[in-house]
């Protein structure tokens, strides 16, 4: 068991990580921009992608370890991980969003000019990006705190640190703190029960995936376009109020759902291996 000295260390240590992380994330950035490139989705993936790896590689050495020991290798499970996270994500981000847009006055039609070359290549964009966060957060941040620290302790510290990164790339509070730190909890509670990120990448692919295939006829990545139904939500504020608070709460109590289950199982495997 672990003192409160060692524990605070540890929190600090992942924090210090992090921070790292999201220094070389703008100083990647900041190098594109000076190469006159524009700061698309594409150049936003590879800085962060070369700042994650980076930083992993770094404090990995200082450690004396390789990223085999943080679960950051290839394993025979880690297609089948992503999948079915995957494919969770797809079904739950699904519900939720295709919920809204009809409680919103809207019904859906198949875009015309939706190009699949061009879906292809926004979705690998997203699945880097969301494979850069989950190296960033439930790489050497989780495995450094895990079973060192009570799980419920480490699944919300990590959520936090999620939440605060969104924060400081300008995301409202509201939305960070219950949008991405929400999400958080989910993708670390998945990490942790897969020993390692294949999962968690897969839900947050798709969780960030399904939103832009919702959109105007104007888009090509699109593969549904929004046609109005009855009068939109923007009639009614206490139904818009309900819709932007309700799918939050919703992730939110799934997250600690999941998390009460897991800190359960952990128990009763430690129990069982006394």
């Not at 070389?24 to 590879?46: D, G, N, R």
């Not at 993708?187 to 990448?201: D, K, P």
């Not at 105007?216 to 376009?225: D, F, G, H, L, Q």
Request: proline content about 4%; aromatic content about 16%; charged content about 10%.
């Amino acid at each position: 068991m672990y003192t409160p000295k060692k524990s605070l260390l540890l929190l600090l240590k992942a924090s210090l990580f992090i921070a790292c992380f999201i220094g070389a994330y703008y100083l990647f950035s900041a190098v594109f921009s000076l190469a006159h490139l524009p700061q698309t989705k594409w150049v936003q993936a590879i800085s962060g992608t070369t700042g994650a790896w980076l930083v992993t590689w770094a404090f990995l050495r200082f450690d004396k370890k390789n990223f085999a020991s943080i679960e950051l290798c290839w394993a025979p499970t880690t297609l089948r991980d992503f999948f079915r996270g995957t494919v969770a994500g797809l079904i739950g981000m699904g519900i939720l969003s295709v919920g809204v847009i009809y409680l919103s006055g809207f019904h859906l039609l198949l875009n015309p000019r939706f190009n699949i070359g061009a879906f292809a290549a926004t979705s690998l964009v997203i699945w880097f990006l969301a494979w850069l966060e989950e190296i960033s957060f439930r790489g050497y941040p989780l495995q450094l705190l895990k079973n060192k620290l009570h799980p419920r302790l480490v699944i919300c510290y990590i959520a936090l640190q999620f939440a605060l990164y969104h924060l400081v790339f300008g995301w409202p509070l509201q939305t960070a703190l219950l949008g991405a730190g929400s999400w958080g909890i989910i993708f670390t509670t998945a990490a942790w029960y897969s020993n390692g990120i294949a999962m968690a990448t897969g839900l947050h692919f798709a969780v960030n995936l399904v939103p832009g295939m919702f959109g105007t006829a104007s888009a090509e990545t699109n593969i549904w376009v929004f046609s109005i139904d009855k009068l939109p939500f923007s009639a009614n504020p206490a139904l818009e109020k309900a819709l932007i608070w309700v799918p939050q709460v919703i992730v939110l109590a799934t997250g600690i759902f999941l998390m009460e289950w897991l800190v359960k199982k952990n128990r009763r495997k430690s129990n069982t291996s006394v």
